[in-house]
């Protein structure tokens, strides 16, 4: 999965009129070439809460220490490096051009009540902001972006960009 905050010089304000993203649910995030999801230790809290484990099993048996830093574990599977909390799950959709409904597996979060805050404010990260090439590159595999969804205004953008903690409405919430 490629999910690395980075600490980058300020951005160059290219988003004026603000941006639109609508989360498919795809799960692309949270797989592809090996990455991090940052996790901090409040958060490492909340999820043991959730999954009703102390802090010590979170951490053996979901988390890895990373240069200081504590990210969630990944999964090798089929050439890609899924989070380590990706499920893939049968389902079913209405397909428009068969006329007929079609099997597909779903991927799902298992923890998406307490996703990480990396996860929340994706795709509003700072180093996706820095220029409209760092964009497009960042969300080339996210279907949520660049199409007409949810609009964000800089407000709303730089509030995501600069959260400390879980935001109240994420751009991945469906709502
Ligand atoms: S915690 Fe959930 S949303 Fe975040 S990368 Fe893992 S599966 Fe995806
Ligand atoms: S953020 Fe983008 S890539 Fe991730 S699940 Fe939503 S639409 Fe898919």
């Given at each position: 999965m490629k999910l690395d905050v980075l600490n980058q010089p300020n951005d160059k304000l290219w988003y004026t009129d603000g941006l639109d993203f609508t989360c498919t649910q795809c799960g692309n995030c949270c797989t592809g070439g090996p990455g991090f999801v940052w996790?901090?230790?409040?958060?490492?809290?909340?999820?043991?809460?959730?999954?009703?484990?102390?802090?010590?099993?979170v951490l053996k048996k979901y988390c890895r220490r990373v240069s200081g830093r504590i990210s969630l574990k990944e999964r090798f599977n089929q050439g890609n490096y899924d989070c380590v909390f990706l499920k893939e799950i049968p389902a079913t959709r209405y397909d428009e051009r068969a006329g007929r409904q079609v099997q597909y597996t779903k991927r799902i979060c298992e923890i998406y009540?307490?996703?990480?805050?990396?996860?929340?404010?994706?795709?509003?990260?700072?180093?996706?902001?820095?220029?409209?090439?760092?964009?497009?590159?960042?969300?080339?595999?996210c279907p949520g972006s660049n199409r007409p969804g949810r609009h964000f205004s800089v407000k709303q953008i730089h509030d995501l960009r600069d959260a400390p903690d879980w935001p109240e409405n994420p751009p991945s919430s469906e709502t």
């Open positions: 996790i901090s230790e409040v958060e490492i809290q909340r999820l043991a809460e959730h999954l009703q484990l102390s802090v010590e099993q009540n307490v996703r990480p805050l990396q996860c929340r404010t994706w795709p509003f990260w700072k180093e996706n902001l820095q220029s409209p090439a760092e964009w497009k590159h960042a969300t080339r595999n």
